[in-house]
């Protein structure tokens, strides 16, 4: 009886791998005709001539061709003009911006794709002339998409000589502005009541344009430019890496009273100290005309060219995080 259940349970484990086994012959002896008549039909086919292969490549690279210096262009100058805005605006990184821009690119890429199509075809270019059962073949649609990606990688380069054009730093100059006109702010305010003078400047250096620039100076508006020379006093500073106290300006030929001050104004005393980072003057603190208690124009004393001094280096720790 042992012997017989044995046998008997043996069996039964052996059947569904039994019943598994001509499952598979079945699906097999199935796939056998349909992959014979996959060959017949390949067979059957006539293959495209070498002219019709390089017709086929071409008119599937010139659209994208299009398509690239199109996709390209629109991130650029949209990634440029986001970066310059609400970049500056929001303080949004130059990668969130590119994004952005990569958003309205796709959209173009969306919209005008017809319109694409539609003039790569008025170029009249000579087409392969597939049949339909050509069309389905493996080499053709190889060589399609090869075209493809031929004609877009060729249209990106292209695309990208947009950067010669573009001014790639405008951006991070502007973002650098604000904080600057931040930090220059709070030099003007502070440094009238710290000094008891009646204007203070924060100049910074712009190697770029070779000029020192600012956008805040007590009594004036607008944006001050002066060159990066000896010609004027803080630009002697920058240059020299030197602190002046000047107790009369008019006796200095150094002072450029028409490039910086051209008001009425008149300049008395003059305490100039370089803010640098990096063994390098990145700006200049200027004081003007310091003040007694009757309001008239008097020297600056060694006390305030150790407080500037000290000023200058609070600046440069500031600024130090801008570069």
């Not at 001509?22 to 996959?38: E, F, G, I, N, T």
């Not at 911006?97 to 005008?112: H, I, P, Y």
């Not at 694409?116 to 649609?141: F, H, M, Y």
């Not at 944006?223 to 000047?246: F, H």
Request: net charge neutral.
């Amino acid at each position: 009886r042992a012997q017989g259940l044995a046998s008997l349970t043996s069996s039964k484990r052996a059947m569904p791998l039994f019943h598994a086994g001509r499952a598979c012959a079945r699906l097999q002896s199935l796939r056998a005709p349909v992959r014979l008549m996959a060959r017949s039909f390949s067979s059957d086919v006539p293959k495209p001539t070498s002219l019709q292969m390089r017709r086929l490549f071409i008119t599937s690279a010139v659209p994208f061709v299009a398509f690239g210096i199109v996709d390209q262009s629109v991130l650029l100058y949209a990634g440029d003009a986001i970066d310059n805005t609400l970049g500056v605006a929001l303080g949004l990184p130059t990668l969130a911006a590119a994004a952005m821009g990569q958003v309205l690119s796709d959209t173009c890429g969306v919209a005008f794709g017809g319109t694409i199509e539609a003039a790569a075809l008025k170029l009249g270019l000579p087409l392969p002339n597939l049949t339909d059962a050509q069309q389905r073949l493996g080499s053709v649609k190889r060589i399609s998409t090869l075209g493809g990606v031929c004609g877009v990688i060729l249209g990106c380069f292209i695309g990208m000589s947009n950067l010669l054009i573009i001014d790639l730093k405008a951006a991070e100059r502007a973002k650098k502005e604000k904080e600057l006109a931040k930090i220059m702010k709070t030099v003007m305010e502070d440094g009238r009541a710290a000094f008891e003078c009646d204007r203070t400047t924060l100049w910074a250096v712009e190697e770029d344009s070779n000029e020192l620039w600012s956008t805040f100076a007590s009594g004036v508006d607008g944006r001050l430019r002066i060159e990066k020379s000896t010609t004027s006093l803080a630009g002697w500073v920058a240059t020299k890496n030197e602190m002046v106290n000047i107790p009369d300006v008019a006796q200095d030929p150094r002072w450029a009273k028409h490039v910086v001050h051209p008001s009425d104004y008149e300049t008395k005393s003059m305490l100039c100290a370089p803010v640098v980072v990096e063994d390098k003057v990145v700006a200049v603190i200027q004081l003007l005309n310091k003040l007694d208690e009757d309001g008239t124009a008097i020297s600056f004393d060694r006390a305030d060219e150790r407080a500037l001094k000290m000023m200058a280096g609070h600046t440069a720790m500031f600024m130090s995080q801008l570069s």
